[in-house]
């Protein structure tokens, strides 16, 4: 085994890793930290398969953006040390057989796909080349993943906003809660106002 191989599988178990600890883990917090590792990961990978600009993509929208705007809305909530709920067994076992089912039907369309080289002579990965490429509506241009990418930060931004905003408890809700975790008491100095006879 080559250092290529050692680098390949490091990067794969980091993603792998991350993203079964972001979704196993209680910790809310951790669950985030853990996605960060998955995605920083990921870039790793473009980066060793020699795009740079992809993983530089892949590091300022996701790892810079998305991850970011989810740990600021946690912490904006104030519930970063809380424990969520254990999802439902049925949900758990759910989610497990859709996972599957994604990765074996993305494996077979791989499998199934015949990878040609177009014969044209690639394009220098300037500056100037990638921009043209980013902002063109020709065939092969990419203006509409790049518009897609701008609404997936809105829709992070919206989600962040969104889990932020306090919900406000009315005050005689407030008070039954109260009520109910501790018995109501009376000091001594209320007592004796209330004893004490009115003069006349």
């Not at 599988?9 to 079964?20: F, P």
């Not at 300022?60 to 040390?81: D, E, K, P």
């Amino acid at each position: 085994m080559n250092i290529t191989s050692i680098i390949f599988y490091l990067l794969a178990a980091a993603i792998i890793g991350g993203a079964l600890m972001a979704v196993t883990s209680l910790k809310i917090f951790r669950s985030a930290v853990f996605l960060l590792f998955s995605l920083i990961g990921i870039a790793g990978l473009y980066f060793f398969m020699d795009y740079e600009f992809i993983g530089a993509v892949q590091v300022i929208v996701y790892v810079g953006g998305i991850v970011v705007l989810i740990i600021f809305s946690i912490f904006l909530t104030h519930g970063s040390g809380e424990n969520m709920q254990k999802p439902h067994w049925l949900r758990a076992i759910f989610s497990a057989m859709a996972a599957a089912f994604g990765c074996i039907l993305t494996m077979f369309y791989i499998s199934q796909y015949t990878f040609t080289t177009s014969g044209k002579p690639a394009l220098e990965p300037s500056a100037g080349n990638i921009g043209a490429q980013m902002l063109s509506t020709t065939e092969h241009g990419y203006i509409l993943p790049f518009e897609v990418v701008s609404m997936l930060l809105l829709a992070a931004m919206i989600g962040c906003i969104v889990i932020a905003i306090k919900i406000k408890v009315p005050a005689h809700e407030l008070l039954a809660e109260k009520s109910e975790d501790a018995p109501e008491t009376i000091n001594t100095e209320t007592r004796a106002e209330i004893h004490e006879p009115v003069a006349g």
